[in-house]
């Protein structure tokens, strides 16, 4: 079983920054990936970045150049550094990683932090 616990939501101006974290139950390293994703009020669930046990890391267009995705693995934490945020970044802000558990894929989700940004 893992745990994830997103933090760090808050109300932030357009223009402003903030650092989202998600904090696992076990070694990052169990991990090949782990995402951020968010969504939105009356949307679905869209994703935002990536970073692989190795450090690549992957961005959507929507955040790419403001958002930086990174892990600290000796914290069991991941983190979401965004920038020069914009009104249509606010969203519930979603952690996900997951594990092939007897053959089949089992995704786990934090419960969301949120994140709304004022214009």
């Known amino acids: 079983q893992v745990q994830l616990v997103e933090s760090g939501g808050d109300l932030v101006q357009a223009g402003g920054s903030l650092r989202l974290s998600c904090v696992a139950s076990?070694?990052?390293?169990?991990?090949?990936?782990m995402n951020w994703y968010r969504q939105a009020p009356g949307k679905q669930r869209d994703f935002v970045a990536a970073?692989?046990?190795?450090?690549?890391?992957s961005y959507s267009d929507s955040v790419k150049g403001r958002v930086t995705i990174s892990r600290d693995n000796a914290k069991n934490t991941m983190y979401l550094q965004m920038n020069s945020m914009r009104p249509d970044d606010t969203a519930v802000y979603y952690c996900?990683?997951?594990?092939?558990?007897?053959?089949?894929?089992?995704?786990?989700w934090g419960q969301g932090t949120s994140v709304t940004v004022s214009s």
């Open positions: 970073i692989t046990r190795v450090g690549t890391t």
């Open positions: 996900n990683t997951y594990m092939w558990v007897g053959g089949l894929r089992r995704d786990y």
């Open positions: 076990r070694s990052l390293n169990s991990f090949n990936v």
